[in-house]
């Protein structure tokens, strides 16, 4: 770090900084945000995700982002152990999926209503995908609860 500005401690603590933004923006892009989101476990070959305050309903007017990545030449498969979102309004009461993150991401489904089964297997192209909740006033409903895992390209 020779001629890079600050050196002793302050130096070697704006290094690590630094590390930890690179690999956080490089490799680890499993994050959250948002006042909606339950407990999860955003593993890079599988994990679980779950609405706020789960198996009790979830607050209102609140949200909740999910960046997802598993290693590159993977999917993800989607498994919903629950969807119970109650659906006075579709637009703005939802369990959003989409393929990618950021700018680049593309819808691949969206789910409202109480006690939703889903059948066919959803899955994404790439290996990033984004879990979107969002919710506005509501009653009842459990929310969602959902685990992922990676899967090789066929
Ligand atoms: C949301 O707000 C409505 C109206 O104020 C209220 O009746 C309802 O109980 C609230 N729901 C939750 C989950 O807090």
Redesign the pocket.
């Known amino acids: 770090m020779e001629g890079w500005g600050p050196t002793g401690a302050a130096g070697a603590a704006g290094g690590l900084v630094l590390s930890i933004l690179i690999s956080l923006t490089t490799e680890g892009c499993r994050a959250q945000k948002g006042d909606a989101c339950g407990p999860s476990v955003l593993g890079p070959s599988s994990g679980t995700l779950s609405s706020l305050g789960y198996p009790g309903?979830?607050?209102?007017q609140s949200v909740c982002e999910w960046e997802i990545s598993v290693p590159r030449g993977n999917r993800i498969h989607f498994h919903f152990a629950e969807l119970d979102i109650e659906d006075g309004d579709c637009q703005v009461n939802y369990l959003r999926l989409y393929d990618g993150v950021g700018l680049e991401r593309s819808e691949i489904v969206k789910y409202c209503g109480l006690g939703l089964k889903v059948k066919e297997l959803i899955a994404s192209t790439g290996n990033q995908v984004t879990v979107q909740f969002m919710s506005r006033?509501?009653?009842r409903g459990r929310g969602f609860y959902l685990s992922y895992s990676a899967a090789e390209h066929t």
């Open positions: 309903t979830y607050p209102n006033t509501h009653r």
